[in-house]
């Protein structure tokens, strides 16, 4: 199989809006953490652009809510040894230059583990997007964000994202394509 050269040339579902906003935010990042990778499309696009590291977790068991696991990310629960297998060939090219730590384990337990050990530019959720998910991971996450740096994520009108940040991050703006994003105050 041969190695990506770029983000599109792995499959998912992380669209042109986003990339470029991507890519025109991750050259101000020193740490970039994004949780959910699946094949690692929004994955590379981070590690191409971020001058400094890329934190990427994933539990790789699919996303619990709307039925995922029976069809979008059927594939997880299939084979899942197959899945990280291809994630890490994607990423291999960033996994060996030391820019990119995977983390294989789920938002809740990555976020327990970095608490208190870094603080991020920018945190962007792509995990699952019920509400009680997307606000739980906003509440995890937000404490990891440096002041003044960004927490986003993407799918911004799924209606359980929607809802979650409207209620938690009420002065929340659209990135580009999908992506919500959030300024933290200084
Ligand atoms: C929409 S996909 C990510 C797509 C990816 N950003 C891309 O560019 O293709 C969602 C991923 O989040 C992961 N996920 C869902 N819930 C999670 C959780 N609680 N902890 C860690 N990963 C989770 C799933 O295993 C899945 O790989």
New binding site residues.
Partial sequence: MNKPTCAQDIG???EGGSLSWVAEVAPKCQLVI??????????YQWCEHCPGKVIA????????SHGERNTT?KR?VADRDGLIAEAKHNLSRWIDNGKLELLE????QAALQLDGCVMADLVYI???HSYE?VSEEITRWLPLVKPGGILAG?DRTWQGVKRAIDELLPDWENGGGCTWQYQHPK
Avoid: K, Q, Y
């Fill in positions: 998912g579902w992380f994004e949780i959910g990778v699946w094949l690692g499309r929004s994955t977790i994933d539990h790789f068991l699919g996303s619990e990310h997880a384990m789920s938002s809740a792509d995990s699952d998910c993407h």
